[in-house]
């Protein structure tokens, strides 16, 4: 799952790399919803976006492309 806003410079990188690689995802727009965006902070910790939940549990905030490939 990647929590996330529509036009974040991040998001839209994580959501490419993700689709280059061929990675099964959900995407949520924490702008669209309150309980989205509450949910996206307990599980970073924050406001920061993206929030990648992976299939094991791990969460990453805000990750670099390097991140998100070595737990891919």
Known sequence: MVYGKQECTDTLR???LLHDV????????????????????DLGGGTKVPVVVLPDGTVLVEPSDDEVRAHL
């Open 14 to 16: 994580t959501r490419a």
């Open 22 to 41: 061929g990675a099964e995802y959900t995407f949520i727009d924490v702008e669209a919803s309150a309980d989205d965006a509450a949910r996206a902070a």
